[in-house]
T-cell receptor
Framework: AQSVTQLGSHVSVSEGALVLLRCNYS??????LFWYVQYPNQGLQLLLK??????LVKGINGFEAEFKKSETSFHLTKPSAHMSDAAEYFC?????????????FGTGTRLQVTL | KAGVTQTPRYLIKTRGQQVTLSCSPI?????VSWYQQTPGQGLQFLFE???????NKGNFPGRFSGRQFSNSRSEMNVSTLELGDSALYLC?????????????FGSGTRLTVV
Protein backbone atom coordinates (compact mmCIF):
# COMPACT_ATOMS: atom_id res chain seq x y z
CA ALA A 1 0.00 0.00 0.00
CA GLN A 2 1.11 3.55 -0.68
CA SER A 3 0.46 6.81 1.13
CA VAL A 4 1.79 10.36 1.21
CA THR A 5 1.87 12.95 3.93
CA GLN A 6 2.08 16.62 3.10
CA LEU A 7 3.35 18.68 6.00
CA GLY A 8 1.59 22.01 6.30
CA SER A 9 -1.86 22.59 4.85
CA HIS A 10 -1.03 26.26 4.29
CA VAL A 11 2.30 27.82 3.39
CA SER A 12 2.84 31.55 2.93
CA VAL A 13 5.92 33.05 1.27
CA SER A 14 6.88 36.48 0.02
CA GLU A 15 7.28 37.07 -3.69
CA GLY A 16 10.88 36.25 -4.62
CA ALA A 17 11.40 33.95 -1.63
CA LEU A 18 12.17 30.24 -1.70
CA VAL A 19 9.21 27.90 -1.97
CA LEU A 20 9.48 24.59 -0.08
CA LEU A 21 6.51 22.23 0.04
CA ARG A 22 7.07 19.02 1.96
CA CYS A 23 5.99 15.52 1.00
CA ASN A 24 6.86 12.23 2.68
CA TYR A 25 5.78 8.94 1.23
CA SER A 26 5.24 5.40 2.38
CA UNK A 27 5.37 2.56 -0.09
CA UNK A 28 5.87 -1.19 0.13
CA UNK A 29 7.37 -1.22 -3.37
CA UNK A 30 9.55 1.28 -5.26
CA UNK A 31 7.33 4.29 -5.78
CA UNK A 32 6.56 6.63 -8.59
CA LEU A 33 6.00 10.13 -7.22
CA PHE A 34 4.21 13.13 -8.66
CA TRP A 35 3.50 16.76 -7.87
CA TYR A 36 0.36 18.37 -9.23
CA VAL A 37 -0.90 21.94 -8.98
CA GLN A 38 -4.55 22.98 -8.90
CA TYR A 39 -5.77 26.49 -9.58
CA PRO A 40 -9.27 27.52 -8.46
CA ASN A 41 -12.07 25.84 -10.38
CA GLN A 42 -9.64 23.86 -12.48
CA GLY A 43 -8.32 20.32 -12.71
CA LEU A 44 -4.86 19.11 -11.77
CA GLN A 45 -1.79 20.05 -13.78
CA LEU A 46 1.30 17.85 -13.61
CA LEU A 47 4.36 19.76 -12.38
CA LEU A 48 6.84 16.89 -12.36
CA LYS A 49 7.21 13.17 -11.81
CA UNK A 50 9.81 10.76 -10.46
CA UNK A 51 9.91 7.38 -12.17
CA UNK A 52 13.21 5.96 -10.86
CA UNK A 53 15.55 7.76 -13.26
CA UNK A 54 17.36 10.84 -11.92
CA UNK A 55 16.67 11.62 -8.28
CA LEU A 56 16.55 15.36 -8.95
CA VAL A 57 13.55 16.05 -11.13
CA LYS A 58 12.96 19.32 -12.91
CA GLY A 59 9.44 20.34 -13.77
CA ILE A 60 7.52 23.15 -15.30
CA ASN A 61 7.40 26.76 -14.10
CA GLY A 62 10.81 26.50 -12.39
CA PHE A 63 9.81 23.83 -9.89
CA GLU A 64 11.97 20.86 -8.99
CA ALA A 65 11.89 18.02 -6.49
CA GLU A 66 14.46 15.61 -5.11
CA PHE A 67 13.72 11.98 -4.35
CA LYS A 68 15.47 10.94 -1.11
CA LYS A 69 14.94 7.28 -0.39
CA SER A 70 16.69 7.40 2.99
CA GLU A 71 14.30 10.11 4.15
CA THR A 72 11.27 8.82 2.18
CA SER A 73 10.80 12.37 0.98
CA PHE A 74 9.98 14.14 -2.26
CA HIS A 75 9.90 17.82 -1.37
CA LEU A 76 8.98 20.43 -3.98
CA THR A 77 11.07 23.59 -4.30
CA LYS A 78 11.27 26.75 -6.36
CA PRO A 79 14.06 29.28 -5.83
CA SER A 80 11.92 32.40 -6.28
CA ALA A 81 8.16 32.55 -5.76
CA HIS A 82 5.93 34.44 -8.15
CA MET A 83 2.42 35.69 -7.50
CA SER A 84 1.15 33.28 -10.16
CA ASP A 85 2.39 30.33 -8.06
CA ALA A 86 -0.46 30.83 -5.58
CA ALA A 87 -2.47 27.62 -5.83
CA GLU A 88 -2.97 24.26 -4.13
CA TYR A 89 -0.28 21.65 -4.56
CA PHE A 90 -0.73 17.92 -4.27
CA CYS A 91 1.87 15.22 -3.87
CA UNK A 92 0.88 11.77 -5.12
CA UNK A 93 2.36 8.29 -5.12
CA UNK A 94 1.80 5.25 -7.30
CA UNK A 95 3.28 1.76 -7.24
CA UNK A 96 5.88 1.08 -9.88
CA UNK A 97 5.24 -2.63 -9.93
CA UNK A 98 2.23 -4.79 -10.53
CA UNK A 99 -0.72 -4.07 -12.73
CA UNK A 100 -2.70 -1.84 -10.44
CA UNK A 101 -2.25 1.77 -11.37
CA UNK A 102 -3.78 4.53 -9.31
CA UNK A 103 -2.59 7.71 -7.69
CA UNK A 104 -2.82 8.13 -3.93
CA PHE A 105 -2.84 11.82 -3.10
CA GLY A 106 -1.80 13.81 -0.08
CA THR A 107 -4.18 16.27 1.50
CA GLY A 108 -2.70 19.21 -0.35
CA THR A 109 -0.81 22.37 0.57
CA ARG A 110 -2.24 25.76 -0.25
CA LEU A 111 0.53 28.16 -1.22
CA GLN A 112 -0.03 31.86 -0.63
CA VAL A 113 2.38 34.37 -2.17
CA THR A 114 2.46 37.84 -0.68
CA LEU A 115 4.01 41.08 -1.91
CA LYS B 1 -3.47 18.21 -29.31
CA ALA B 2 -6.69 18.57 -27.37
CA GLY B 3 -6.58 17.88 -23.64
CA VAL B 4 -8.88 15.76 -21.54
CA THR B 5 -12.45 16.97 -21.99
CA GLN B 6 -15.07 16.50 -19.31
CA THR B 7 -18.73 17.29 -19.77
CA PRO B 8 -20.71 18.87 -18.33
CA ARG B 9 -18.63 21.30 -16.25
CA TYR B 10 -21.36 21.90 -13.71
CA LEU B 11 -24.36 19.84 -12.73
CA ILE B 12 -27.09 20.20 -10.12
CA LYS B 13 -29.12 17.13 -9.24
CA THR B 14 -31.70 16.22 -6.65
CA ARG B 15 -31.12 13.57 -4.01
CA GLY B 16 -32.24 10.17 -5.29
CA GLN B 17 -31.63 10.95 -8.95
CA GLN B 18 -28.89 9.44 -11.07
CA VAL B 19 -26.22 11.20 -13.08
CA THR B 20 -23.84 10.37 -15.92
CA LEU B 21 -20.56 12.20 -16.42
CA SER B 22 -18.50 12.01 -19.57
CA CYS B 23 -14.77 12.07 -20.24
CA SER B 24 -12.96 12.21 -23.58
CA PRO B 25 -9.26 11.38 -23.16
CA ILE B 26 -6.36 12.77 -25.10
CA UNK B 27 -6.19 11.22 -28.54
CA UNK B 28 -4.19 8.00 -28.37
CA UNK B 29 -4.59 7.59 -24.61
CA UNK B 30 -6.11 4.24 -23.72
CA UNK B 31 -6.29 4.52 -19.94
CA VAL B 32 -8.94 6.60 -18.20
CA SER B 33 -9.16 7.04 -14.44
CA TRP B 34 -11.75 8.81 -12.31
CA TYR B 35 -11.23 10.64 -9.02
CA GLN B 36 -13.57 12.31 -6.57
CA GLN B 37 -12.43 15.49 -4.83
CA THR B 38 -14.21 16.79 -1.72
CA PRO B 39 -13.10 19.22 0.99
CA GLY B 40 -13.44 16.53 3.64
CA GLN B 41 -11.96 13.47 1.96
CA GLY B 42 -9.62 15.09 -0.54
CA LEU B 43 -8.80 13.30 -3.78
CA GLN B 44 -9.93 9.69 -3.87
CA PHE B 45 -9.54 7.13 -6.62
CA LEU B 46 -12.77 5.76 -8.07
CA PHE B 47 -11.74 3.43 -10.89
CA GLU B 48 -9.51 2.97 -13.91
CA UNK B 49 -10.37 1.63 -17.34
CA UNK B 50 -7.95 0.40 -19.95
CA UNK B 51 -9.06 -0.91 -23.34
CA UNK B 52 -12.69 -1.08 -22.19
CA UNK B 53 -11.85 -3.18 -19.12
CA UNK B 54 -11.99 -2.00 -15.53
CA UNK B 55 -8.47 -2.62 -14.20
CA ASN B 56 -8.69 -1.12 -10.76
CA LYS B 57 -11.43 0.05 -8.40
CA GLY B 58 -11.41 2.27 -5.34
CA ASN B 59 -13.38 1.90 -2.15
CA PHE B 60 -16.71 3.34 -3.24
CA PRO B 61 -20.21 1.84 -3.02
CA GLY B 62 -21.77 0.06 -5.96
CA ARG B 63 -23.82 3.17 -6.76
CA PHE B 64 -20.69 4.39 -8.51
CA SER B 65 -20.04 2.70 -11.82
CA GLY B 66 -18.31 3.41 -15.05
CA ARG B 67 -17.51 2.14 -18.48
CA GLN B 68 -15.18 2.79 -21.36
CA PHE B 69 -16.03 2.67 -25.02
CA SER B 70 -13.96 1.39 -27.93
CA ASN B 71 -12.84 4.95 -28.74
CA SER B 72 -11.49 5.23 -25.14
CA ARG B 73 -14.16 7.72 -24.09
CA SER B 74 -15.44 6.97 -20.62
CA GLU B 75 -18.60 7.60 -18.66
CA MET B 76 -19.17 7.51 -14.95
CA ASN B 77 -22.58 6.94 -13.44
CA VAL B 78 -23.82 7.57 -9.94
CA SER B 79 -27.23 6.22 -9.03
CA THR B 80 -29.49 7.18 -6.11
CA LEU B 81 -27.57 10.36 -5.43
CA GLU B 82 -26.85 11.38 -1.85
CA LEU B 83 -25.94 14.82 -0.53
CA GLY B 84 -22.44 13.51 0.20
CA ASP B 85 -21.88 12.81 -3.48
CA SER B 86 -21.49 16.54 -4.07
CA ALA B 87 -17.93 16.86 -5.30
CA LEU B 88 -15.60 17.70 -8.14
CA TYR B 89 -15.21 14.61 -10.30
CA LEU B 90 -11.94 14.50 -12.19
CA CYS B 91 -11.01 12.33 -15.10
CA UNK B 92 -7.41 11.56 -16.03
CA UNK B 93 -6.04 9.89 -19.11
CA UNK B 94 -2.76 8.15 -19.78
CA UNK B 95 -1.06 6.55 -22.76
CA UNK B 96 -0.70 3.25 -20.98
CA UNK B 97 -1.82 1.27 -18.01
CA UNK B 98 1.28 1.85 -15.95
CA UNK B 99 1.88 4.95 -13.84
CA UNK B 100 5.23 5.87 -15.38
CA UNK B 101 3.33 7.27 -18.34
CA UNK B 102 1.89 9.97 -16.14
CA UNK B 103 -1.67 11.20 -16.00
CA UNK B 104 -3.28 14.26 -17.61
CA PHE B 105 -6.36 15.56 -15.84
CA GLY B 106 -9.41 17.28 -17.20
CA SER B 107 -10.99 20.36 -15.62
CA GLY B 108 -13.57 18.26 -13.85
CA THR B 109 -17.33 18.15 -13.44
CA ARG B 110 -18.66 19.86 -10.34
CA LEU B 111 -21.69 17.96 -9.13
CA THR B 112 -24.00 19.52 -6.57
CA VAL B 113 -26.68 17.33 -5.01
CA VAL B 114 -29.56 19.20 -3.36
Amino acid sequence: AQSVTQLGSHVSVSEGALVLLRCNYSSSVPPYLFWYVQYPNQGLQLLLKYTSAATLVKGINGFEAEFKKSETSFHLTKPSAHMSDAAEYFCAVSASTGTASKLTFGTGTRLQVTL
Amino acid sequence: KAGVTQTPRYLIKTRGQQVTLSCSPISGHRSVSWYQQTPGQGLQFLFEYFSETQRNKGNFPGRFSGRQFSNSRSEMNVSTLELGDSALYLCASSEGHFPNYGYTFGSGTRLTVV
